[in-house]
């Protein structure tokens, strides 16, 4: 079981449909309110993630966490946004 955050950081984590999704580089918390917001994954895996391009895991996305961190749900291919220039 976690008893801290910083326990997160080099877990690795796995879509709903058992795809290694990337590892974890920081988490994301909201001081305010002393909650975890997401986890941060700056080289998430390319045939899953548009160039490979960094991402943030919202928490609450999380299934399970125990020797991996397990998603209840993530898009199956995720795109980087367009430019509006």
Do not use: C
């Amino acid at each position: 079981m976690l008893t801290e955050v910083s326990e997160f950081t080099g877990m690795k984590v796995y879509s709903d449909k058992g795809k290694f999704v990337g590892t974890v580089d920081d988490v994301i918390v909201d001081l305010d309110r002393q909650t975890v917001h997401g986890l941060y994954i700056e080289n998430p895996n390319p045939s899953l993630i548009e160039n490979g391009a960094a991402i943030s895991i919202p928490y609450r996305w999380i299934k399970a966490i125990g020797e991996i961190i397990l998603l209840k749900r993530f898009p199956s291919f995720v795109k980087e946004p367009e430019d509006k220039d």
